[in-house]
């Protein structure tokens, strides 16, 4: 980014001359606002209010009371489109494996320094900052208060919306898959991306959770009476995959409802199964057995063996979006692609492509023997009503047009 005057950073350093150098060094460079603080609470405190906007944070590590270590895992429980500076006088070593640590937790690390700062260095990053298009300082971007998310849990203001998931090979309608929706009153649709890593960190994911559930199933169940023969799909986070009882109750929420558990398929991303694997595989082998499908979601991004695959009774690998769309312009995850697809093969489940949003990755996948697609480009996640209008229509089309290899 070329232009800085639209920026606006926030610099945290208990040094205050450090302070002070870094303001003029920014203001110098062209940023148009910047933050000064001396203490990462009274950073944090400053982003969660929600009529600041912050675009870079820019962060000494070694800090008393709260360490530049500390403020990121803060930062990025937040779940909020940050880019992050990190700035040391410690080994340069020290720094990278800080930036590593930035990037699991999903902050945007445009770099570290070493102290002394240099001008053209700092320059250097900033101009690879690249704003993210949907953020605007009154828009989703902006801090949304845990309190206010537990409101909209109470008043039964969280919504779900439904993604087509359809067979390659006939375009038919196979399943859907339940996403999480909140129209904020003032701030409008907060994505997912956000509310969920907050209702995790303030455990009210459980809750949220067993709303969209509730909510699924009876769609579902709606569904069906009109005719539409298609499975669920539900998120869960690793989080609600530690209550030892949950098998057991969501099939007796099932019961009543009329639907079977292989209605039903139960999304874990692949990354949750690197945590305490012990009680996951024993909730899970217990869902299994009930009937309930299930999915490893996002498969790619994590680092599941193949030993750990075999043990959980998987019956769906489903390819995370990084490795499909435009993946015919990238052999890093075009291989990817086809050794997930292979591997499914291998364990003897079907796969599904996320992401698909041209007939180009549409083409790809039915190419390379992927048996399901879910994308933008067969339709974005809608409401129930909308849902059931477009595969009316859909179902008039036939199929989205694709290529007969
Ligand atoms: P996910 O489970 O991987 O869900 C698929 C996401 O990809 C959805 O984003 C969907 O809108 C998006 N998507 C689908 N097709 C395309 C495409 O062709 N191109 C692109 N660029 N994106 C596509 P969404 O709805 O924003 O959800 C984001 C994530 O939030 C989900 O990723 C899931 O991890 C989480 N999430 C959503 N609802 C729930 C929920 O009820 N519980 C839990 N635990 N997590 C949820
Ligand atoms: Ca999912
Ligand atoms: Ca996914």
């Not at 945007?108 to 990053?125: N, T």
């Not at 009109?226 to 799909?233: A, H, K, N």
Request: hydrophobic share 40%.
């Amino acid at each position: 980014m070329d232009d800085l005057s639209s920026i606006s950073c926030l610099v945290v350093d208990d040094d205050p001359f450090m302070l002070t150098t870094l303001g003029k060094i920014l203001e110098s460079i062209g940023v148009g606002s910047v933050i000064r603080t001396d203490s990462a609470q009274d950073a944090l405190k400053y982003i969660a209010n929600r009529n600041n906007h912050i675009d870079i944070v820019i962060s000494d590590l070694n800090m008393p009371n709260m360490d530049g270590i500390q403020l990121l895992r803060h930062l990025g429980s937040l779940g909020l489109d940050f880019s992050v500076i990190l700035i040391s006088g410690e080994d340069p070593r020290l720094l990278e494996s800080v930036e590593v640590l930035g990037t699991q937790q999903n902050l945007k690390v445009l770099g570290s320094l070493s102290k002394p700062v240099r001008r053209d260095d700092l320059a250097a990053l900033l101009h690879n900052y690249e704003p993210n298009q949907e953020q605007t300082p009154d828009g989703p971007g902006a801090m949304v208060f845990a309190h206010e998310l537990q409101t909209a849990i109470l008043n039964g203001d969280i919504d779900v919306h439904f993604q087509p998931q359809v067979n390659i090979s006939d375009g038919r309608i196979i399943g859907v898959e339940a996403l999480a929706r909140w129209e904020h009153s003032e701030k409008g649709w907060i994505p997912p991306s956000i509310f969920i890593g907050i209702a995790e960190k303030y455990s009210m994911i459980r809750e949220l959770t067993d709303i969209v559930f509730q909510k699924s199933i009876t769609e579902a169940a709606h569904l069906r009476s009109l005719g539409f023969q298609i499975t669920m799909s539900i998120n869960y986070s690793a989080q609600v995959l530690c209550s030892l009882e949950l098998p057991e109750i969501l099939s007796e929420t099932l019961n009543s409802s009329g639907l079977e558990p292989h209605h039903i398929i139960i999304e874990v991303t692949e990354s949750s199964l690197a945590q305490d694997m012990s009680i996951t595989l024993d909730i899970l082998t217990r869902m299994r057995l009930k009937g309930f499908g299930l999915s490893i979601d996002d498969f790619g991004t994590g680092f599941s063996s193949l030993e750990q695959l075999k043990q959980i009774p998987f019956t769906e690998l489903k390819i995370d979006r990084s490795f499909v769309h435009q993946a015919s312009q990238n052999q890093s995850s075009l291989a990817i692609l086809e050794s997930s697809i292979a591997l499914s093969k291998r364990l003897g489940i079907h796969c599904i492509a996320e992401g698909v949003e041209t007939l180009e990755d549409w083409n790809l996948v039915k190419d390379l023997g992927c048996d399901y697609v879910q994308g933008y480009y067969t339709a974005r996640p809608m409401p129930a009503g909308k849902f059931i209008e477009w595969a009316k229509e859909y179902g008039s089309k036939q199929r989205p047009q694709h290529s007969s290899s």
